[in-house]
């Protein structure tokens, strides 16, 4: 196997000190979200542009199953921890230097892409130390916190950013303040208990690691549960794809900079940990699988609501801070689904091969809601996610039909 917690110490950390761990993969996500975003909304740059630049960044997270074997068989989590923390910053700070107008959009598109690949080893490098020190019946309850690390992140690095690059003499300054606050989540590594390889296994052939965890992933999805799994999350169900265009259609509802501020910042940070740790009580409580599915529902009721609502700044308030709620509920499904299906071996592949499925339907559901702004509205692009999301749910219900009937009936038998 590739890495293994010390047989003797099965000491388990406080599930919330994850929430600080994944702080910096949300904080990326959502300075360029939310702080990025407005500004190139307001400096003139298309809203077709901005879903190509969000998208951008969604594509290590859609690949990063490819270069998770690295972090399986190569250095210690703490080691990849703290690098990526380090690389994560500098491509923060970046990201803030870049001026926002549509002279610079290809410099952006790259830095962009670049510190949303550093931070997909932030990640990873969390996926496996839940894998190894969180309890099986408590999965739910570690993959809530991993999440409200990721959304509160994206809230702080959205929101505070936003209102500092406002309110300070350089918006430069406020990408600066993001990248202190990254740099030091890796002092949370204290609380931690170690990961190490087992002594034996450092004799053992790199190539012989790498083919021991094309098994434990190849495994994962011939298994019924692997293969469940990866349908569920490769759904369009619970994206939250619209909460990466918040700030860019904040005009459609009148919304101001301090209201866009207050639902894509602190806020939403908060009611999307409390949507986080909400899903994680129950997931511990429920089929994860069909939780994914609900949660998923939930969100699409929200989009439909908020669409036939009126368009009011109130309106905008009340509806994105419930959608942040419902993306909670379905980001700690993900992970806690995630969790139950890949065990410890090979956590960070198998992990992020989940992950990578994932957030493909993030992807091409940011795109297609950027194309439904432009060519129906506001109110256009929330049906649009909403009816696909639906559809996602009516294939996932006859598809399960189908796989676990034999189950049900060997089980019977």
Request: aromatic share 10%; charged share 10%; glycine share 10%.
């Amino acid at each position: 196997m590739t890495s293994s917690a010390a047989g003797a110490n099965r000491r388990f950390p406080h599930p919330a000190i994850f929430a600080i761990l994944m702080y910096p993969f949300g904080a990326v996500s959502g300075y360029l979200g939310v702080a990025i975003e407005y500004d190139l909304g307001h400096n003139g740059v298309a809203l077709e542009v901005i879903g190509e630049i969000i998208a951008i960044s969604l594509v290590p997270n859609v690949w990063k199953f490819l270069w998770a074997p690295v972090l399986d068989i190569t250095l210690t989590p703490r080691i990849w921890y703290t690098s990526s923390a380090l690389v994560t910053a500098i491509g923060v700070l970046w990201m803030g230097l870049i001026p926002p107008d549509n002279e610079s959009i290809r410099a952006m598109k790259w830095v962009v892409f670049l510190a949303s690949l550093a931070v997909t080893f932030n990640g990873m490098t969390v996926d496996i130390i839940s894998a190894h020190t969180s309890p099986p019946e408590q999965k739910g309850r570690f993959g809530g916190w991993m999440q409200v690390g990721n959304l509160a992140g994206g809230g702080i690095g959205g929101g505070l950013a936003l209102w500092l690059s406002q309110n300070l003499s350089q918006r430069w300054m406020a990408g600066a303040v993001i990248a202190v606050t990254i740099l030091a989540c890796p002092l949370t590594l204290m609380f931690v208990p170690k990961i190490v390889r087992v002594t034996a296994e450092t004799a053992v052939p790199v190539l012989r690691r790498v083919g021991e965890v094309a098994r434990e992933s190849w495994a994962l999805a011939r298994s019924r549960a692997g293969a469940m799994a990866i349908l569920v999350l490769f759904l369009p169900l619970g994206t939250g794809a619209a909460s990466g265009l918040w700030s860019a259609v904040a005009g459609d509802w009148s919304a101001s900079v301090d209201a866009v501020a207050l639902v894509n910042g602190v806020w939403s940070g908060v009611l999307a940990g409390v949507g986080c740790l909400v899903g994680g009580f129950f997931c511990d409580r429920m089929d994860r699988k069909w939780s994914y599915a609900v949660f998923g529902l939930m969100q699409a009721a929200c989009a439909v609501a908020m669409a036939l609502a009126p368009h009011t700044q109130l309106m905008y308030i009340v509806f994105t801070l419930l959608y942040s709620v419902t993306a909670g509920l379905t980001y700690a499904s993900f992970s806690a689904l995630t969790l139950e299906a890949i065990g410890v071996g090979a956590a960070a592949t198998k992990y992020n091969l989940l992950a990578s499925l994932s957030n493909f339907p993030i992807q091409y559901m940011t795109l297609i809601d950027g194309s439904a702004h432009t060519h129906w509205g506001a109110s256009g692009m929330l049906f649009t996610e909403a009816g696909i999301g639906l559809a996602g749910v009516v294939v996932y219900v006859i598809v399960s039909r189908i796989v676990l009937k034999p189950k049900m009936t060997e089980a019977i038998a």
